[in-house]
């Protein structure tokens, strides 16, 4: 059986944080913040990345993979993602929270002595478990975000995996 590899994004300055919501679900998205559209579609094109936008010039382009997202409310997008694209976007707890949320670098899980002095000292107390972005040195740990977005996540139909 062929594996189908995960599908790549790019989102548009108009859905910043739902470039976020797709990084934490652990897809590889890009947010092209850079001007015109043109900039977009060659880099979607070179990259193999399927566009997510408002704009609705995409809508008229026959040859571009995207998605048109509805809304202008977070939630509602990452709805309209996991109803309408349940092949492509899938919920994997396995995969929640291994993309750097400000680079879209992966993260990898570092051991908790590595981190003292960087977190504060009750978060280092009371957290086992820290991951880390090689490329904008940031941390990350299971908080209480994570039961919440699960909770999000769920009440917005989303099955995970």
């Known amino acids: 059986m062929i594996e189908q590899s995960e599908p790549k994004f790019i989102v548009d300055s108009m859905l910043g944080r739902l470039a976020v919501w797709l990084r934490i679900l652990g897809y590889d998205t890009e947010f092209h913040s850079g001007p015109g559209r043109n900039e977009l579609l ?33 939630r509602e997008q990452v709805q309209q993602l996991l109803q309408q694209y349940p092949n492509e976007i899938k919920v994997r707890k396995e995969r929640l929270f291994s993309r750097c949320t400000l680079c879209n670098h992966i993260v990898i899980h570092i051991g908790k002595e590595q981190v003292r002095g ?4 009750f978060i280092y107390e009371s957290i086992k478990q820290f991951s880390y972005c090689a490329l904008c040195d940031k941390i990350y740990w299971p908080g209480t975000h994570w039961e919440k977005l699960l909770k999000d996540l769920a009440g917005m139909g989303a099955h995970g995996e």
């Open 42 to 74: 060659l880099r979607s094109l070179k990259e193999d990345r399927i566009i997510i936008t408002r704009d609705t010039h995409f809508t008229r382009r026959q040859v571009i993979r995207f998605i048109f997202i509805q809304s202008d409310f977070l």
């Open 118 to 121: 960087r977190v504060a000292p």
